[in-house]
């Protein structure tokens, strides 16, 4: 689980994405909720639009509204995390996560 300051972990369970399992857990951040994606690598690097954006920045950062994605590769893993807060918020989260 993530361990960045003032998020604290509600549930998790399993899914599918694109046909492969992925674990999914819920946070809260203060008082919204994150949803935090655990893909397979190669499920993660499957568009080429993800691969490009990490490479060149290792971060990938999109919003739609109130909608904040970002996304990071680990080392057999991505993460994708999901929330209705500031795409800082986001970041900050990722570069606590950077440092572990």
Not at 19 to 28: D, H, K, S, T
């Amino acid at each position: 689980p993530l361990r960045a300051q003032n998020l604290r972990l509600i549930a998790a369970w399993t899914t599918d994405v694109h046909g492969e399992p992925a674990a999914v857990l819920a946070y809260r951040l203060d008082d919204r909720l994150l949803v935090q994606y655990l893909v397979a690598e190669d499920v993660f690097f499957q568009h080429p639009a993800i691969r490009s954006a990490i490479a060149d920045h290792h971060l990938l950062r999109a919003a739609d509204g109130d909608r904040t994605v970002v996304a990071w590769p680990d080392s057999s893993t991505g993460t994708v995390l999901v929330g209705n807060v500031p795409t800082e918020s986001l970041q900050t989260i990722w570069r606590s996560e950077s440092k572990r």
